[in-house]
């Protein structure tokens, strides 16, 4: 049989940074945005059944999802790392393993947690403020969706693994396929088979299924393929894996943590205000769908060139893509304010929700170069062997940098001061992380003056190792 392809090793390691941040980051934006332009179709094929519970039920159960899949992104964050890290370093066996161990890990960890969450839907949904039928409408929409939890993370990171081999067009088309049969399915079992949220739920499970088959083709026709599980390499690259997809997940999930407090928050101001905020919760990843992207789109071009050692691309990649934030950002502030009245016309939103669509489509489209500035920082804390400090800017974020803030503005301004606040937030931990995102990288350059750039701070080396010599 013949050969798998193989593509260069380590492209990252030549030609223009700024090309390099803007392709990765456009080509794997276009995967992300097809999936939530999806959840937008839900959402707005639920408002046309028009019930305001199933719209608010389907924002709550958000909240969860947000929560689940804030996990498996913090699972391909540390694959994406490794195996990007060993391309660097020119070790394609390495890679094949670190991969292989990953997708193992992922689907088993996914597992555990979805069984979880699951058994504990009623008390979380109560948690994050639904009540009544809308309460248990979420519980049943979640019921469905959360055991595909693992076949989800198979294909977060079957998708890393291909963007860390520079393939982000193949891993935008694993998501695209994915949306392809949700946004097929949607229509058909919400309406044609009359199954309302149950029918939404299915299409999602169906979407992830299609997703993980798609991402997993392409590493084993063209990128090497998988190694043959290894108990004894599983166990040694845990370690490897844990030291950054431990506090990697933790990053990530401090985010549904605080959009779940800024949720409950909303619930005080009634079921209009929970749709409302359902509505920028699903227009918010559509149009800062490259924004999202970042952090995976830099990872790769990071974690290749540190493992080369070629720290000055690695401060020029940090630079570029903090221009290139600004640049879409100005770019998506422009657009949600010309299309707000439209948009709030699609969705059927009045009183409070169109006048939080109206918010976030303003000044509050602007404030996400702070939430992209910590994107972007965080890609280099993960990638130079500092992951705690990424979990620290984000909970940060989410706590001191939310809390206060979600409590102090809407006693002035009701709920529009729910999201100013949560938006005040934002910008002080956005300076915060580029702060800190400057000292790692001055120290990983100090560190690889010393002829030190494999000593990882946070113990990574010895895990490296050890799962090099168990293969």
């Known amino acids: 049989m013949a050969a798998p392809r193989q593509q260069p090793a380590a ?17 794997s934006s276009v995967g992300l945005m097809a999936v939530f332009l ?8 639920i408002s046309m059944l028009g019930e305001a519970e199933l719209a608010a039920a389907v924002g709550f159960a958000g909240a969860i999802l947000f929560f689940t899949t804030s996990f498996g992104i913090g699972m391909a964050i540390a694959a994406g790392a490794l195996v990007a890290r060993a391309l660097g370093e020119g070790d394609r066996g390495r890679a094949r393993g670190r991969a292989t161990s990953a997708l193992i890990w992922g689907a088993v960890v996914g597992a555990v947690f979805a069984g979880v ?32 939890m693992p076949v989800l993370l198979v294909g977060m990171v079957g998708g890393a693994i291909l963007r860390a081999h520079a393939d982000a067009r193949r891993s935008m088309w694993a998501t695209i396929a994915g949306s392809l049969v949700n946004g097929v399915l949607d229509p058909i079992l919400i309406f044609g088979a009359g199954l309302d949220l149950t029918g939404a739920a299915l299409a999602t499970v169906a979407a992830r299924v299609t997703i993980a088959a798609v991402a997993l083709i392409p590493i084993l026709r063209h990128h090497g393929g998988l190694d043959r599980p290894d108990p004894r390499a599983l166990a040694a690259d845990a370690g490897a894996i844990a030291a950054i997809a431990g506090p990697a997940v933790l990053t990530q999930l401090a985010t549904p943590v605080g959009q779940a407090y800024v949720t409950r928050a909303m619930s005080a101001y009634g079921e209009g205000a929970v749709a409302g905020m359902a509505i920028i919760a699903r227009l918010t990843p559509v149009a800062f769908g490259v924004i999202f992207a970042l952090s995976g789109a830099v990872g ?16 020029r990649a940090y630079r570029d893509a903090l221009g290139f934030t600004l640049l879409v950002i100005l770019a998506v502030a422009a657009a949600l304010f010309l299309l707000r009245a439209p948009l709030a016309a699609l969705f059927s939103a009045e009183g409070t929700a169109r006048t939080l669509l109206y918010l976030f489509c303003g000044p509050l489209a602007l404030a996400w170069f702070f939430n992209g500035w910590i994107f972007v920082s965080n890609a280099v804390c993960n990638n130079l062997g500092r992951p705690f400090l990424s979990t620290l800017v984000n909970w940060g974020r989410h706590t001191v940098g939310t809390v206060p803030f979600v409590l102090v503005f809407p006693a002035w301004l009701g709920a529009p001061g729910v999201l100013i606040g949560q938006a005040a937030g934002g910008v002080l931990f956005g300076l915060v992380s580029g702060l800190i995102a400057s000292r790692v990288i001055a120290r990983a350059t100090a560190a690889a003056a010393a002829g030190d750039v494999g000593q990882r701070p946070d113990g990574g080396a010895r895990f490296l190792a050890l799962s090099h010599r168990a293969r």
């Open 117 to 148: 969450v699951w058994a504990n839907l009623s008390p979380l949904v109560t948690l994050v403020g639904a009540s009544g039928r809308t309460h248990d409408l979420a519980v049943h929409y979640l019921a469905i969706i959360v055991p595909s």
């Open 11 to 27: 492209r990252f390691l030549q030609g223009s940074l700024f090309r390099h941040i803007t392709v990765m980051s456009l080509t």
């Open 300 to 315: 790769p071009v990071i974690g290749q060139n540190y493992g080369a050692g070629a720290m000055d691309r690695v401060r």
């Open 38 to 45: 999806v959840d937008l179709a839900d959402m707005l094929f």
